[in-house]
């Protein structure tokens, strides 16, 4: 709770500092560096509080979940809890699996926020490290490249999908790894990423595709992909942050 009502206490102050020396309006826009990283990193503090705030409220309301007679009572099975014969009354049993299905939607959606406050968290320490220039340069650089690395992600994106998807519909009935369009998508990413034992297994093989199709379009396929997307386009994405 400590942790969380430090950075609120220290946004709140630096919020009414802002309105009190510059006004309402000047105060507000500086408090959002007039759209620059300052307001940035403003926004993932007060995300970092959100999250902090509701983890808290969430693992309260689980707790009280938890807490509740019927589960502590079906918990007690043979400990002085709930017996045997009234685990086979069907209205107890239906409002035990209710209490049980709430326990468990409160505690997924209990982790995912845990989650995200994580990615919060990691996100402050970039802003920790502006303090030095050397481990500001990773934060500075995706900065400045951030308009090129836009473009270009609409870019590899649009081949990115096109190639996995014409996988999907020459591929889908003779791989399972393109058998649909999801695992399709995740059958190229592994490509770049260096796995393609199925590719591998494929051309060590002497069977046949099942669909008839040519073993060339395979061939043809993952050739493709790899030159434009792997040699060509990652490539060019290493150009933009370089420069």
Known sequence: VLLVLYPIVTE???????LLNAGWK?????????GGMEGFWNAIDIFGIVMGVGNIVQWIQLYVEVKTPMIQEFVGIGKGGMTLE??????KLAMLETSLFQVLSLLQVLQWA???????VMMKLFKAFGANPRLQLVSNTLYKAAPDLLHFGLVFLAIFVGFALSGHILFGGDFVE????????NTAFQCLLGDFSWYTEFTISDSRLGSGLPGEFVNLWFMSYMTFVLLIMLNMLLAIIMD
């Open 12 to 18: 709140l102050h630096e919020f009414c500092r802002g």
């Open 26 to 34: 000047e105060g507000c826009l500086s408090y959002w560096g007039h």
């Open 86 to 91: 009234e685990c086979s009354d069907d209205a």
């Open 114 to 120: 845990m989650a995200l406050n994580v990615v919060s």
């Open 178 to 185: 393109f058998s649909h369009f999801p695992r399709s998508c």
